[in-house]
Each structure stands twice: as C-alpha cells, then as structure tokens.
C-alpha cells in the first residue's frame, strides 16, 4: 500500500474544495431530511460528545460527515468527497485533537442538523461550508504553531 504525502498548501486546496463540496451536499440534503433522520444525525452528534478518546471520536466524525454527505442523494457527489476527504485523513484526525476543538466541531454538526431539518437549505449549506474551513484553519494554526 502507497500513501502519497501531501504538503500543507495541497491540504489548503483539497480543505477548500472539501467545504464546496459539503456545502453542496447541505442544499441538496435539506430538501431530504426529516425529523427521523435528523434524529439519528443528533444519535451520532450525542455519541461524539461521550467519545472518551480521539480513536473513539475519529470514526464516528468520519462516518457523520459521510451520512450528512450521503443525504444530498448524489451518488457522485459522495464519491468526489470521500475521495478529497481520504486524502485529508491526518491532518482532519490532528485537526480535531484538542478536546474544546472536539466540543466546537460537535456544536457545529447541531446547527447544521438544525437547519437541515429545518428544511434551510442555503443556511445550512453555509454551515457546512464554514465547518470545514474551520477544520481548514485549526490545520493552518497547527502548522504555524512553534514547535518545543
């Protein structure tokens, strides 16, 4: 098995073209969630805020981010973001490390189930979007942050 290392400024791009994507995926998805689906996005969101470690919290992230993006009802549209996404994999899982970015994340993902719900397709579009370039800009801190 290869794995292509990607340096921080292609992370920047694959980060912007990720939050277009779910961003997308959010307008699409609102027309197609109801309360039963929002309440097993919120199932997933309450499992997130009890994952103890980041090996417990990663997968379910990864696997609600995947649902949401599955909700647009574009087959091509899931392939296209999971392949950005499998490309980001370790900067996503170091940009989630610290617990209160865990805590930020988990209150973000409400909104947006919020608003999909809601039936808000723009507004949670642009939640979508700015979740993950939040996620964009913790990996940029990260980066520029002093080393010991």
Do not use: C, W
Not at 12 to 21: E, T, V
Not at 70 to 88: F, W
Not at 129 to 135: K, N, T, V
């Amino acid at each position: 098995m290869f794995v292509r290392e990607i340096t921080v400024e292609e992370a920047a791009q694959l980060y912007d073209i990720r939050a277009s994507l779910f961003g997308l995926a959010g307008r699409l998805a609102a027309a197609r969630v109801g309360a039963a689906e929002a309440q097993a996005l919120r199932a997933t969101a309450d499992s997130l805020d009890k994952a103890d470690s980041m090996d417990d919290y990663y997968p379910l992230n990864v696997g609600l981010h995947r649902h949401l993006v599955a909700l647009s009802g574009s087959p091509r549209l899931v392939e296209l973001y999971d392949g950005v996404s499998k490309e980001l994999h370790l900067f996503r899982r170091h940009g989630l490390e610290p617990g209160a970015a865990r805590r930020t994340s988990n209150e973000q993902h409400r909104r947006i189930i919020d608003q999909l719900e809601a039936g808000n397709g723009e507004d949670a579009a642009r939640l979508m979007e700015a979740h993950i370039l939040a996620g964009k800009n913790r990996m940029l801190a990260e980066h520029d942050r002093p080393r010991p």
